[in-house]
Nanobody, 117 residues
Framework: QVQLQESGPGLVKPSQTLSLTCTVS??????????WSWIRQPPGKGLEWMGA???????YYSPSLKSRTSISRDTSKNQFTLQLSSVTPEDTAVYYC?????????WGQGTQVTVSS
């Protein structure tokens, strides 16, 4: 059973960088053909795909967030990390990590991040 768990600060100040880590258990992030995504849901809005890192280490980003987003991984810890720079209150959301191949089959429980001074 694959499990994903997000971790990171729940409160970030405007203009700072948001950093979240997803720790994966029950499966390796280097297993062929799986992609590991970050997805967020602002209050009252739908899910927004932010980007992903592939089993190979290749990264993919939403065009609307690409200039501010970086996804990396630590294979020794079986973790992948999201960094979102220059945050504003509009980046307030529940942030999820998820595994994807043909569909999103495993999700973390989500973590609330609020951007406020």
């Amino acid at each position: 059973q694959v499990q994903l768990q997000e971790s990171g600060p729940g409160l970030v100040k405007p203009s700072q960088t948001l950093s979240l880590t997803c720790t994966v258990s029950g499966g390796s992030i280097t297993t062929n053909y799986y992609y590991w995504s970050w997805i967020r849901q602002p209050p009252g809005k739908g899910l927004e795909w932010m980007g992903a890192i592939a089993y190979s280490g290749s990264t993919y980003y939403s065009p609307s967030l690409k200039s501010r987003t970086s996804i990396s991984r630590d294979t020794s810890k079986n973790q992948f990390t999201l960094q979102l720079s220059s945050v504003t209150p509009e980046d307030t959301a529940v942030y999820y990590c998820a595994r994807d191949r043909w569909e999103y089959d495993y999700w973390g429980q989500g973590t609330q991040v609020t951007v406020s001074s």
